[in-house]
């Protein structure tokens, strides 16, 4: 690993971090390398992405996909939000410490992950047998990477993921061992999203072609953009690919992205402006479709 890549890995949410951020002129300038060096890495990732592995001619029994544009969920607030209520409410029965399911839909004038969710997946229900994989199950160290809250059950989101979709092949993947516990409703696999090898190995131990991928583990640009290349070939015609917590800084690069995919997929991104959230910083949440 060479310096620059170490400094990376020591930047985010790290203790080294927290210590530049408090010098006002070195935490400027890390802050503005950062940024360069995670869009760069995330061109690169994506310049890597290769076309689905699945045929669109695989036979799947569900209708296209029905993502809302920003502007139209906006403006149709309420039916989103009833929609994202009823979601939050199952999904919170299930996985009472995953916040992104927490219903907060109430307060007017906003949308939250849920209302975004809700249309985007109730498609994928009607589907036989789903086959999701999570990436980041949520570790309860605050200290760790990414980490969550010390009374967060790690594997949380997975138990919504299985409860929600009846009868589906659930996968879950993390860095931290301390998580990587299988149950009878979820497998898990360990991966580095920062090492696309690593992520190689992941695609070729799930049950691909997967109807589902979210990517709420490290929340780089470099993490987000290997994971994205290495797994969106697994995706089935007219799955899902969510990305969440995407810092507004890279608003730009997830606004654009729809340059580096081909014709045989569409971008819908909900920057945090968009959004309320129910924690800080909070970020945007991109849903790549694969087109039927
Ligand atoms: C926000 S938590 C996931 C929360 C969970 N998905 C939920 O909805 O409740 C982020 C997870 O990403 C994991 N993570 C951090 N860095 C990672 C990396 N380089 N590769 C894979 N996972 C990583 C952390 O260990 C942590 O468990």
Request: charged share 20%; aromatic share 8%; proline share 7%.
């Amino acid at each position: 690993m060479n310096l620059s890549d170490r400094l990376i890995a020591q930047f985010h949410q790290s203790s080294v971090s927290a210590t530049i951020r408090k010098t006002p002129g070195v935490s400027a300038m890390a802050g503005r390398w950062w940024l360069r060096v995670q869009t760069e890495k995330f061109r690169a990732a994506m310049s890597t992405l290769s076309p689905p592995q699945v045929p669109a001619s695989v036979e799947i029994p569900v209708g296209l996909v029905n993502v809302p544009a920003v502007a139209d969920a906006v403006m149709k607030m309420p039916p989103y939000i009833l929609a994202g209520e009823e979601f939050s409410d199952e999904m919170a029965e299930w996985c009472p410490t995953t916040s992104k399911f927490i219903s907060i839909t109430r307060v007017p004038g906003s949308l939250g992950y849920q209302d975004i969710y809700a249309p985007v997946l109730g498609h994928l229900r009607q589907r036989g047998a789903v086959r999701i994989l999570e990436v980041g199950m949520g570790v309860n160290d605050p200290a760790a990477a990414s980490g969550m809250g010390s009374d967060y059950i790690p594997g949380s989101s997975l138990m919504g993921w299985s409860h929600y979709f009846e009868g589906s092949e659930v996968h879950g993947a993390d860095i931290d061992e301390r998580c990587l516990i299988d149950t009878e409703w979820y497998s898990t696999h360990k991966v580095d999203q920062r090492d696309p090898a690593s992520l190689g190995t992941l695609a070729s131990l799930v049950n691909a072609p997967l109807d589902l991928i979210v990517d709420d583990g490290l929340h780089t640009p470099e993490a987000n953009g290997n994971t994205v290349a290495a797994l969106l070939p697994l995706l089935s015609p007219s799955g899902v690919m969510v990305v969440e917590d995407i810092l507004p800084e890279f608003d730009a690069l997830w606004e654009g992205l729809g340059e580096w995919l081909d014709g045989h997929y569409e971008v819908s991104y909900f920057p945090s402006r968009h959004l309320r959230h129910n924690r800080s910083p909070g970020g945007g949440i991109a849903i790549i479709t694969r087109r039927a």
